[in-house]
């Protein structure tokens, strides 16, 4: 069983940083991906950024530039760092992770962006 555990989000100013925190219950080299996605409300889940085991990144247009996904092996700990916060970005966050052609998902944390 995975365990993928959310931590950083709140509430911060239009322009403001949050730094997110996806801590696995095992070793992150074993999932071939890991990334975060978000859920505004009324709107369908998004992805919002990945990295492979490789250190292979993607990430949305609408975020390309503000934010950044990175990971520590040691702590078995996907990060995903945003900058210049719009409003837009309000949404609850989660995190994912691919091992296996399963897909697994953290409880989301909610990121609130006031304008």
């Known amino acids: 069983q995975v365990q993928l555990v959310e931590s950083g989000g709140g509430l911060v100013q239009a322009g403001g940083s949050l730094r997110l925190s996806c801590a696995a219950s095992?070793?992150?080299?074993?999932?071939?991906?890991m990334g975060w996605y978000r859920q505004a409300p009324g709107k369908q889940r998004e992805l919002v950024a990945t990295?492979?085991?490789?250190?292979?990144?993607n990430y949305a247009d609408s975020v390309k530039g503000r934010f950044t996904i990175s990971r520590d092996n040691a702590k078995n700990t996907v990060y995903l760092q945003m900058n210049s916060l719009k409003p837009e970005d309000t949404a609850v966050y989660y995190c994912?992770?691919?091992?296996?052609?399963?897909?697994?998902w953290g409880q989301g944390t909610q990121v609130t962006v006031s304008s």
């Open positions: 095992r070793s992150i080299f074993s999932f071939n991906a």
């Open positions: 990295i492979t085991s490789g250190g292979i990144t």
């Open positions: 994912n992770a691919l091992r296996r052609a399963i897909d697994y």
